[in-house]
């Protein structure tokens, strides 16, 4: 079992990444509205306002996507599904997907444990 963390940087593709979790049978993912942490100390912190000019074109906020997947094979098809629709996360400012091991969950969908 996998967590996987999908930083959007690009929110235009959030409604088919989401439809191509759908297709893959990924459900119960969260999504949360993040804000790069440059972009937080180029405007709260004053040492750093210079940082604005150097962020000129990135975008302000990103979509943060968790959802547990059942192995790599499904992340791996997720991917590739992915780059079929023209969400490359290889491509300058797409995003970034990582994953981590599960060790352990509780949900309605019962117990799961693994510990290495």
Same mark, same amino acid.
């Given at each position: 079992? !996998?967590? =996987?963390?999908?930083? !959007?940087?690009?929110?235009?593709?959030? *409604?088919?990444?989401?439809? +191509?979790?759908?297709?893959?049978?990924?459900? /119960?993912?969260?999504?949360? %509205?993040?804000?790069?942490?440059?972009?937080?100390?180029?405007? *709260? =912190?004053?040492?750093?306002?210079?940082?604005?000019?150097?962020? +000129? /074109?990135?975008?302000?906020?990103?979509?943060?996507?968790?959802?547990?997947?059942? *192995?790599? *094979?499904?992340?791996?098809?997720?991917? %590739?599904?992915?780059?079929?629709? /023209?969400? %490359?996360?290889?491509?300058?400012?797409?995003?970034?997907?990582?994953?981590?091991?599960?060790? @352990?969950?509780?949900?309605?969908? /019962?117990? @799961?444990?693994?510990? =290495?």
């Amino acid at each position: 079992m !996998l967590m =996987v963390w999908i930083i !959007l940087n690009k929110e235009e593709h959030e *409604d088919d990444l989401l439809s +191509a979790m759908i297709e893959l049978e990924i459900t /119960g993912a969260t999504i949360l %509205d993040g804000v790069g942490m440059e972009r937080v100390l180029a405007n *709260d =912190v004053p040492i750093f306002a210079g940082l604005i000019q150097s962020l +000129a /074109g990135s975008r302000p906020y990103n979509k943060n996507i968790i959802a547990v997947l059942k *192995d790599k *094979d499904t992340l791996i098809r997720l991917i %590739d599904v992915l780059k079929e629709i /023209g969400i %490359d996360f290889q491509e300058p400012e797409i995003g970034e997907i990582f994953a981590l091991p599960v060790s @352990f969950s509780l949900s309605q969908y /019962g117990l @799961f444990e693994d510990w =290495v």
